[in-house]
């Protein structure tokens, strides 16, 4: 694939999956091109050699994967985790605040957000909506405003002078955003906006009543390419969509003759403790029903390469880093390494990926966080503590993560994507 044409199907790729359930929404989409069949975990499976299948799991989380052409317990599984969700702010249950006549909504922060970037930016809300049909069928449904529908305004410096140097906010009283301006004696529910957005957006739909939502705001500022010399792409939820693209991209051009699979789970941003996130069943349940007795031997001679964005060098904030052990952005994917075990690389997961890369004749680089700073973490550790198989860390280095607008360099996308395109068609792993 071109480097032009990479970088164009991601970024229409992230300017359509404003949500997790939008995410997983365009991947179902990318698949069902490429002739991957849908999989409902309701219902028995019947898995042919050589196949490509998908299943969705409470439309946020979703496995891909091709059988392959040898049994898995003699092949293993080539395995590439992501993550669909990131933090962002989330709609409360009863939203409504009415204040001097502006329509607010409560929000709830949802993962580690850097707050302040939130600020002054043309806001749109999307999400997963439950209702009741006209026939008394409960059913869910995605909804995105699409336009810039509100705003979190900042306080004028003359009102509070220390703005710019011990400024805090405080999620519950700084971050209702800004709807619109309604009369003294205002009685506009939320949940009747939002059913009229939902009938505008999906004609014929009836609507008896709203039961239940999952919504979040995002900035309508679409991904672009930045740059005197196009450099960077910039663009909300880079962490972790960038991976999500990449995986799907990778397994869907693999040759399908390697047993492989794709695995994007939501809520990793929280801990990912849920039925669909990383530390629940639902990859071992999907491989249980694939290998059936033959799971362990699988996963003894499988791995997985867990893909998540790293912390590139700040220019501003070179002390932030350890000094041999700082990410350039457009100097190549980042084998991230922590041995109290934060990441899961170890020393032979990371020479397969070395390996690989060097036969591509690609650049990689390594990352350990400095030794006074805490350590993140990602599904790497989860995934490999679960499955008890040997993973590895690795991502596109990125500035500004968990801000509304990340930028990562727009080479490394392509070069963590030809990769994993051909560690999904190794026939030897580990």
Same mark, same amino acid.
């Given at each position: 694939?071109?480097?032009?044409?990479?970088?164009?199907?991601?970024?229409?790729? /992230? +300017?359509?999956?404003?949500?997790?359930?939008?995410?997983? !929404?365009?991947?179902?989409?990318? *698949? %069902? &091109? #490429? $002739?991957?069949?849908?999989?409902?975990?309701?219902?028995?499976?019947?898995?042919?050699?050589?196949?490509?299948?998908?299943?969705?799991?409470?439309?946020?989380?979703?496995?891909?994967?091709?059988?392959?052409?040898?049994?898995?317990?003699?092949?293993?599984?080539?395995?590439?985790?992501?993550?669909?969700?990131?933090?962002?702010?989330?709609?409360?249950?009863?939203?409504?605040?009415?204040?001097?006549?502006?329509?607010?909504?409560?929000?709830?922060?949802?993962?580690?957000?850097? /707050? +302040?970037?939130?600020?002054?930016?043309?806001?749109?809300? !999307?999400?997963?909506?439950?209702? *009741? %049909? &006209? #026939? $008394?069928?409960?059913?869910?449904?995605?909804?995105?405003?699409?336009?810039?529908?509100?705003?979190?305004?900042?306080?004028?410096?003359?009102?509070?002078?220390?703005?710019?140097?011990?400024?805090?906010?405080?999620?519950?009283?700084?971050?209702?955003?800004?709807?619109?301006?309604?009369?003294?004696?205002?009685?506009?529910?939320?949940?009747?906006?939002?059913?009229?957005?939902?009938?505008?957006?999906?004609?014929?739909?009836?609507?008896?009543?709203?039961?239940?939502?999952?919504?979040?705001?995002?900035?309508?500022?679409?991904?672009?390419?930045?740059?005197?010399?196009?450099?960077?792409?910039?663009? #909300?939820?880079?962490?972790?969509?960038?991976?999500?693209?990449?995986?799907?991209?990778?397994?869907?051009?693999?040759?399908?003759?390697?047993?492989?699979?794709?695995?994007?789970?939501?809520?990793?941003?929280?801990?990912?403790?849920?039925?669909?996130?990383?530390?629940?069943?639902?990859?071992?349940?999907?491989?249980?029903?694939?290998?059936?007795?033959?799971?362990?031997?699988?996963?003894?001679?499988?791995?997985?390469?867990?893909?998540?964005?790293?912390?590139?060098?700040?220019?501003?904030?070179?002390?932030?880093?350890?000094?041999?052990?700082?990410?350039?952005?457009?100097?190549?994917?980042?084998?991230?390494?922590?041995?109290?075990?934060?990441?899961?690389?170890?020393?032979?997961?990371?020479?397969?990926?070395?390996?690989?890369?060097?036969?591509?004749?690609?650049?990689?680089?390594?990352?350990?966080?400095?030794?006074?700073?805490?350590?993140?973490?990602?599904?790497?550790?989860?995934?490999?503590?679960?499955?008890?198989?040997?993973?590895?860390?690795?991502?596109?280095?990125?500035?500004?993560?968990?801000?509304?607008?990340?930028?990562?360099?727009?080479?490394?996308?392509?070069?963590?994507?030809?990769?994993?395109?051909?560690?999904?068609?190794?026939?030897?792993?580990?």
């Amino acid at each position: 694939m071109e480097y032009a044409d990479f970088n164009q199907q991601l970024i229409a790729f /992230l +300017n359509t999956a404003t949500t997790p359930w939008h995410a997983v !929404a365009s991947m179902k989409q990318m *698949l %069902d &091109e #490429a $002739g991957f069949q849908a999989l409902d975990e309701k219902q028995e499976w019947s898995l042919e050699s050589g196949k490509a299948y998908y299943v969705i799991r409470n439309g946020s989380s979703i496995v891909a994967f091709r059988t392959g052409k040898r049994p898995t317990d003699q092949a293993g599984i080539r395995m590439v985790g992501a993550h669909t969700d990131s933090p962002c702010l989330k709609v409360k249950p009863n939203p409504e605040l009415r204040r001097k006549g502006y329509f607010q909504l409560g929000v709830e922060v949802y993962g580690g957000v850097l /707050l +302040n970037p939130w600020f002054d930016r043309d806001l749109s809300l !999307a999400g997963r909506v439950s209702f *009741l %049909d &006209e #026939a $008394g069928t409960v059913r869910d449904i995605l909804v995105d405003f699409r336009k810039a529908i509100a705003s979190i305004p900042s306080l004028a410096i003359h009102l509070d002078r220390e703005a710019n140097s011990s400024r805090t906010v405080n999620p519950q009283t700084d971050l209702p955003p800004v709807l619109m301006q309604v009369p003294e004696d205002d009685t506009t529910r939320f949940a009747d906006l939002l059913k009229a957005q939902l009938e505008r957006e999906h004609q014929g739909i009836r609507i008896t009543r709203i039961l239940g939502y999952e919504l979040g705001f995002y900035d309508t500022q679409p991904a672009a390419l930045v740059g005197l010399q196009d450099d960077f792409i910039a663009s #909300a939820r880079l962490d972790n969509l960038l991976s999500c693209f990449i995986g799907t991209r990778s397994l869907i051009d693999a040759s399908g003759d390697e047993p492989a699979l794709l695995v994007c789970n939501d809520h990793e941003e929280v801990g990912s403790m849920s039925a669909e996130g990383a530390q629940g069943p639902f990859l071992a349940s999907v491989l249980d029903r694939w290998c059936g007795a033959g799971r362990g031997q699988t996963l003894a001679s499988s791995m997985m390469i867990s893909a998540d964005n790293a912390h590139g060098v700040h220019p501003n904030y070179l002390e932030k880093h350890d000094e041999n052990h700082g990410p350039l952005l457009n100097q190549g994917p980042v084998i991230k390494v922590n041995h109290n075990q934060r990441y899961a690389t170890n020393s032979r997961s990371a020479a397969i990926y070395r390996h690989i890369s060097g036969d591509l004749g690609l650049p990689y680089q390594t990352f350990v966080v400095r030794s006074d700073m805490g350590c993140g973490s990602t599904i790497g550790p989860l995934t490999a503590a679960n499955l008890g198989v040997t993973t590895l860390d690795i991502g596109v280095p990125q500035f500004a993560m968990h801000s509304i607008r990340e930028t990562a360099g727009a080479r490394d996308g392509l070069t963590l994507y030809q990769v994993l395109r051909e560690f999904f068609r190794r026939k030897e792993l580990v």
